[in-house]
């Protein structure tokens, strides 16, 4: 029993198909540009892959999306239901995340934050923090009974760096090169040292304050389309998981036909 999941972010649509919360196949990326063309694409090409490899009865049997970008849910679900015969699932409308959390008001919680929450938490079994490097860097923490506590709303690498670019008169748009050395020695390093710097102070500063709470460091995670370049030399991270979310969207998929 596998399912395809798809992940609309505020920048990238990420899908998958998973089976039993791991991967079949390697997820597509694509970005908001033409993303319309280029996720009918990735739905053949995946569709395809299954046909070549393991026949059609392995075909996934349910669709589910994860999306921040309400405007654009509906078009991917008329295109799933157009190309592949099927009705794809919205997460947090159609199908709940089965985690608890402690918030004040949960309305405006995305679903993003929830599902990498959740599949952390599945993975580790224990107190971990979630830190997800995208458009917005989230960092999130979940307790020791799988709570999801809240966290930090921060600006992302390339929403720094379009900040500064489009609010300032004369500095241009950084390259987010990761930095070499600590002073940057002409206007453009000294934009991307800033923004690096910024972005791995803030992930710092709220990890030692969730584990200073916890009494402990706790495991840490890391997703998101600039986690790679931003945390993996960081010392900070214990494990980088890319399709964090898609998971996550696939285990609520699974944890509800297992209830049904």
Sequence with gaps: MSVLAIDIGNSRIGVGVFSLGKSEDPAH?????????????????????????????????????????PEMTKQVQAMVKTELHLDAQRIGEDLKIPMKTNLTDESTLGVDRLLAALCAYVNTEQACVVISAGTALTVDYVDQQGIFQGGAIATGLQLGAR?????????PLASLDPPQGMCGRNTSEALNMGLYAAARGAVRELVEGYASELGHWPHV????????????????????????????????????????
Excluded: C
């Excluded at 998981?241 to 699974?254: H, N, R, S, T, Y």
């Design 29 to 69: 990326r694509l970005m908001h540009r033409n993303w319309q063309s280029e996720l009918k694409a990735a739905l053949t090409d995946l569709w395809q892959a299954k046909k070549i490899n393991d026949g059609p009865e392995a075909y996934p049997t349910g669709v589910v999306i994860a999306s921040v970008v």
């Design 163 to 171: 900040a500064l670019h489009e609010f300032t008169a004369q500095l």
């Design 221 to 260: 995670v890391a997703t998101g389309g600039d986690a790679q370049r931003l945390l993996a030399d960081s010392g900070i991270v214990d494990s980088l998981i890319p399709d964090l979310v898609l998971q996550g969207a696939a285990l609520v998929w699974e944890h509800h036909k297992m209830e049904a």
